[in-house]
């Protein structure tokens, strides 16, 4: 659906228009995930700093100063809120307790409506199911590890966050979204991307794909901190609640259903490729196929914000009461 990416120069490695040219390239190579926004969060002079842009990241101009090295970036494809209104683009901004926090997110959350009617949140004029998040990390006493997996908990989609708060602490939170993330210890800096194939060709164009570096392992129901030392700690979050209506059992592959040799037209093939592109999982576009929508439909449902979403919930609504009962 998106994409995330950033830089840790927790070593003061780069200096500023090194820096740029790094989120430069990835924020290009990251368009392929979307480019209906483009945003950044740092910190620089003490204060926590969101630039956002309802443009494609070729079109966007980051300027930083020497003292911003860690740099928390997202590119837009948008299914809800509309781009235009710039308060819909990622990164959002938050606030626990004094402490100042910015959000970014990969993937599609299903519940933002239910959660904030069940958790008695405020309205707001924020359209995208993303910003759930940050209320409900606002509601919380502190920005920490448990506060965040309590969140992540709570969410149920498809998901992949990044949160930079005030301090420089950098936190990833790995749903089932793909996550990529090197270590160059060496040269006292991390790089991170949504997938390998998007980082690797950023570090090819920028030369430095060869120099020394370890790929962090990132597992769904991590938590990951970087501290502006650059010191890593783990934890872990409940991914239970993750799938709670996804009903994957009825998610085998259509295919599996109809053709036991499994032989997936290719325009089939292709609507997933694209799906996958912009982060829906293939298993939904099963689901929408088995319930009887037909290619050209659920294609064109990709390209209008939240009808695809929409269309998916109806029938996770329908299974839940089939197979729960009423709740």
């Known amino acids: 659906m998106c994409a995330v990416f950033g830089l840790i120069d927790y070593n003061h490695t780069l200096n500023a228009k090194q820096r740029e040219k790094v989120l430069r390239v ?12 483009t945003g950044f969060a740092y910190n620089s002079r003490g204060k926590l700093t969101v630039f956002k842009r309802p443009f494609a990241a070729h079109k966007v101009h980051l300027k930083l100063r020497e003292d911003a090295n860690v740099i928390m970036g997202h590119t837009r494809m948008a299914t809800q809120g509309n781009k235009l209104d710039n308060r819909n683009n990622h990164p959002f901004s938050g606030l626990v307790n004094g402490t100042q926090f910015a959000l970014a997110h990969n993937g599609v959350l299903h519940n933002d409506l239910t959660l904030r009617s069940q958790m008695k949140l ?5 359209k995208t199911d993303s910003y759930i998040a940050v209320q409900l990390l606002e509601q919380q006493k502190s920005l920490d590890m448990k506060s965040i997996g309590e969140m992540a908990e709570l969410v149920e989609g498809s998901f992949v966050f990044t949160i930079l708060d005030d301090r420089n602490n950098i936190y990833f939170v790995k749903g089932d979204n793909p996550l990529a993330l090197y270590h160059y210890e060496k040269y006292g800096f991390y790089i991170y991307a949504s997938t ?5 060709r950023s570090l090819t164009r920028l030369g430095i794909l060869g120099f020394e570096h370890t790929e962090i392992d990132t597992n769904c129901g991590d938590i990951i901190k970087i501290d502006g030392t650059g010191a890593m700690e783990r ?3 409940d991914t239970s609640n993750l799938y709670a209506f996804d009903y994957r059992f009825l998610r085998s592959s259509y295919w599996d ?7 997936e037209p290719q325009d089939v093939k292709q609507l997933k490729d694209f799906a996958a592109s912009i982060g829906i999982n293939r298993e939904d576009i099963d689901l929408l196929l088995f319930y009887g929508y037909f290619v050209e439909e ?3 449902m990709l390209y209008q914000p939240g009808e695809f979403e929409k269309a998916l919930s109806e029938i996770l609504d329908e299974c839940a009461y089939d197979y729960c009962g009423e709740f």
Not at 26 to 37: I, K, V, Y
Not at 122 to 126: K, L
Not at 257 to 263: A, G, S
Request: proline residues 9%; negative net charge; aromatic residues 6%.
């Open 298 to 300: 659920i294609e064109e």
């Open 122 to 126: 405020p309205n707001t004029p924020i």
């Open 257 to 263: 259903y109809h053709d036991p040799n499994n032989h």
């Open 26 to 37: 990835l924020s290009q190579e990251c368009e392929e995930r979307g480019t209906d926004a």
């Open 235 to 237: 934890g872990l979050f």
């Open 196 to 200: 390998e194939a998007i980082l690797d």
